[in-house]
């Protein structure tokens, strides 16, 4: 059995930072790829950062040049540095084993003056 669970979200105003984090427990986390999705009020959920167990990262567009997905494979935790944060950021983040079912409890962003 894998858990998830993400921490870090908060609220913060526009133009700052955020580093949330993703805990693992099992031993898969090492091997598989992760990926940072959100969900905002009303919308689908939605791939924000993807990482490789080999570390190499894909990112959504609308948050290129501003969020950075890392993970550290010897403490089984994946992290999303987010940085010049928009209020359209707004949203539950979940960290995600790919190609599995399993899931993080979500942790909320809220980005707003």
């Known amino acids: 059995q894998v858990q998830l669970g993400e921490s870090g979200g908060g609220l913060v105003q526009p133009g700052g930072s955020l580093r949330l984090s993703c805990a693992a427990s099992?031993?898969?986390?090492?091997?598989?790829?992760m990926d940072w999705y959100r969900q905002a009020p009303g919308k689908e959920r939605e791939l924000v950062a993807r990482i490789s167990s080999g570390g190499i990262t894909d990112y959504d567009d609308s948050v290129k040049g501003r969020f950075t997905i890392s993970r550290d494979n010897a403490k089984n935790t994946l992290y999303l540095q987010m940085n010049s944060l928009k209020p359209e950021d707004t949203a539950v983040y979940y960290c995600h084993v790919r190609w599995s079912q399993y899931w993080g409890q979500g942790t909320q962003v809220t980005v707003s003056s």
């Open positions: 099992g031993s898969i986390f090492r091997f598989n790829t």
